[in-house]
Antibody
Framework: EVQLVESGGGLVQPGGSLRLSCAVS????????MNWVRQAPGKGLEWVSY???????YYAASVKGRFTISRDNAKNSLFLQMNSLRAEDTAVYYC???????????WGQGTLVTVSS | DIQMTQSPSSVSASVGDRVTITCRASRSITNWLAWYQQKPGKAPKLLIYTASSLQSGVPSRFSGSGSGTDFTLTISSLQPEDFATYYC?????????FGPGTKVDIK
């Protein structure tokens, strides 16, 4: 069974940092692209970042230069280092597996990040 | 960036109704489009990919069509478990972008 489990969310002050993790199981992690997608409270979905199995990386303009995606294939884990956090980064952050056609076929349950003083 | 729009933003329907949701891309994405269903407090669920391919395990009452810039999601006979918000997503190019969503609620 494919499972994705996010952790690391919480309350952080503006300008602070947070590191999200996504532990996966049930599939060969290194063979798949992975993504972070976020959803602000009461709002729609926003793609944040992508990393391929070999390490190719893309970011949304809203987070480029502040967020860093990475993965550890040996530990079946995906990460999102978030720096210089702003109130508008407040959202539930989901990790999502890409099928080979850039669709998100499996999602985690999400972890809430709240940026507030 | 490719902008995605959806209409309507919400629709009220009854069990058994046929529901159609439209998604439009700001430029051609050929058939690089997916549809997701999201229920409150839950992660989105992939329904349709490549505009018209049904994801494994998704009921056949869901169907997708379209190409280029205009796409539709159709629910042929609405069931109680289908009341949710539906999003389209373009997978043609980075940054991936979603439509604003269509909420399907009970009439």
């Amino acid at each position: 069974e494919v499972q994705l489990v996010e952790s690391g969310g919480g309350l952080v002050q503006p300008g602070g940092s947070l590191r999200l993790s996504c532990a996966v199981s049930g599939f060969t992690f290194s063979n798949y692209e992975m993504n972070w997608v976020r959803q602000a409270p009461g709002k729609g979905l926003e793609w944040v970042s992508y990393i391929s199995g070999s390490g190719n990386i893309y970011y949304a303009a809203s987070v480029k230069g502040r967020f860093t995606i990475s993965r550890d294939n040996a530990k079946n884990s995906l990460f999102l280092q978030m720096n210089s956090l702003r109130a508008e980064d407040t959202a539930v952050y989901y990790c999502a597996r890409s099928a080979n056609l850039n669709y998100f076929d499996y999602w985690g349950q999400g972890t809430l990040v709240t940026v507030s003083s | 960036d490719i902008q995605m729009t959806q209409s309507p933003s919400s629709v009220s329907a009854s069990v058994g109704d046929r529901v159609t949701i439209t998604c439009r891309a700001s430029r051609s994405i050929t058939n690089w489009l997916a549809w997701y269903q999201q229920k409150p407090g839950k992660a989105p669920k992939l329904l349709i990919y490549t505009a018209s391919s049904l994801q494994s395990g998704v009921p056949s009452r869901f169907s997708g069509s379209g190409s280029g810039t205009d796409f539709t999601l159709t629910i042929s006979s609405l069931q109680p478990e289908d009341f949710a918000t539906y999003y389209c997503q373009q997978a043609n190019s980075f940054p991936f972008t979603f439509g604003p969503g269509t909420k399907v609620d009970i009439k």
